[in-house]
């Protein structure tokens, strides 16, 4: 950041950093970002959608996470599996200026309580549960990262995510990812290229779901799309 040679209007953090596989920045390293931006008269905004994986990694409220920012922004069906929605939280003034532009956009829903009890309904029920949701995504680093042609980034996981990227061809995975889900286990319907024609990448959340299958039966189906 030091070597940005303009004046910065905004300072924008994705925690988890979803292209990384879920990466976190170390929590002073975070601290002295947003204190960049403060220190030249910049706004700092947290893209918080998936917050509640951030806090399980950070071992720290989302709260105080959320604190470190001027505005955030959440999302209510990343995570905790809610209604798709989101929410913004910052200062009143700023926020009835977003109010306005969601008006001026269109995004004005008749009703929102579906959505906000949905989210407040899935809060209650699954933030307590995003340590259980880290530790499994460091379980399954641990099964499978001694398997041929797999790797974990990042390696251990740093929220209750992580890529896995697999050395097959694009067809040999959707062939074996079928002969899954034909069996009775949805893996994925298909995997992101990347520049080595000869891998692909995934990226695993773990909810509840993935805590309701084997740790062993996990790593097998890893092992079967690699082939």
Do not use: N
Not at 189 to 217: F, N, Q, Y
């Amino acid at each position: 950041l030091d070597d940005v040679a303009e004046a910065p209007a905004a300072l924008l953090v994705e925690l988890p950093q979803r292209d990384l596989g879920g990466r976190l920045p170390p929590w002073d390293d975070l601290v002295a970002q947003v204190d960049w931006a403060r220190d030249r008269g910049a706004a700092a905004h947290l893209d918080g959608a998936r917050l509640w994986e951030a806090s399980a990694g950070y071992g720290r409220p989302p709260a105080e996470i959320a604190g470190l920012f001027d505005t955030t922004y959440v999302s209510f069906y990343k995570g905790i599996g809610a209604l798709a929605g989101c929410c913004l939280a910052g200062p009143l003034d700023v926020v009835a200026e977003v109010r306005e532009w969601r008006r001026r956009m269109g995004g004005t829903l008749y009703g929102l309580w579906p959505g906000a009890a949905s989210a407040l309904s899935c809060l209650r029920r699954r933030l307590p549960l995003m340590p259980a949701y880290l530790e499994r995504a460091r379980a399954i680093a641990d099964a499978v990262r001694d398997l041929p042609g797999v790797t974990v980034v990042p390696d251990p996981p740093q929220a209750p995510m992580l890529h896995l990227l697999l050395r097959t061809g694009h067809d040999g995975f959707t062939a074996a990812a079928r002969s899954l889900a034909e069996d009775g286990l949805w893996t994925w319907e298909s995997a992101v290229p990347t520049g080595d024609p000869d891998v692909v990448r995934v990226e695993l959340s773990v909810g509840d779901a993935t805590l309701a299958v084997p740790v062993a039966e996990i790593r097998g189906a890893i092992a079967a799309l690699v082939g």
